[in-house]
């Protein structure tokens, strides 16, 4: 490689730039340039000073787009793996999400969660495979005390579209033990979904042992 290159390389280092400028300038391997450049006195100027500033910034959101891009890909991915969701795909999610998160015990139809799609569905589980319809359904919320009551009560209200004259006693949970910041992590509180029967055992303790009996069936057949 000629001198004139390792001229014009000790020039460009004694005038402040980095390495990888004076590679991308010259198209000189790094390597080759420490070898030229290690005796050569090096103070960064402004400009490297300044991309030395910003080098973290920028590559925080380099990581990030990265990062958002991938997530994107794999949705996309992932929407095209579920496709449309059939009444059997339906039954099946239903009875995973009862197996996780509702009561199997005095015979009562309830589940518990703060996720507003899992509360949704679990609604669409009940009306569209289990007969149900809205007048079926009691919600119950449990807060801390940092929260709105009536704001809570109202969001939960458009989310599920049940009437507020179906919502039960509020539990405020004013327990000393409990952190901000785990308060915090509930912006809408937990929501306790329990169903009635108004009359028709149908819809509630037969129901209920026939989730049940699902469930068992289920299990029946995972053993290993």
Not at 63 to 77: N, T
Not at 82 to 107: P, Q
Not at 127 to 154: G, M, R, T
Request: net charge positive.
């Amino acid at each position: 490689m000629g001198t004139g290159l390792r001229e014009k390389a000790i020039n460009l280092r004694k005038q402040g730039w980095s390495y990888s400028i004076i590679s991308a300038d010259l198209g000189v391997a790094k390597s080759t340039l420490s070898n030229w450049l290690k005796d050569v006195p090096y103070k960064p100027n402004d400009e490297v000073r300044k991309r030395i500033k910003e080098g973290p910034a920028k590559s925080v959101v380099v990581r990030h787009q990265k990062r958002m891009a991938s997530i994107e890909k794999m949705h996309d991915i992932a929407d095209k793996e579920i496709g449309a969701i059939s009444n059997r795909d339906l039954m099946m999610l239903g009875i995973g999400l009862y197996i996780g998160e509702g009561s199997k015990i005095y015979e009562s139809i309830r589940i518990i969660n703060s996720d507003p799609y899992v509360i949704l569905l679990a609604l669409r589980w009940f009306k569209e495979i289990c007969d149900l319809s809205n007048k079926n359904f009691s919600i119950a919320i449990h807060i801390y005390p940092d929260l709105e009551e009536h704001s809570v009560l109202k969001y939960w209200s458009n989310v599920t579209n049940i009437p507020l004259s179906q919502f039960g006693k509020t539990q405020i949970d004013a327990r000393e033990n409990k952190s901000n910041k785990k308060k915090r992590k509930l912006p809408y509180g937990t929501a306790h979904l329990t169903i009635k029967s108004i009359g028709n055992r149908n819809n509630g303790v037969l129901l209920h042992r026939r989730i049940v009996g699902w469930i068992a069936a289920i299990n029946r057949q995972v053993r290993v």
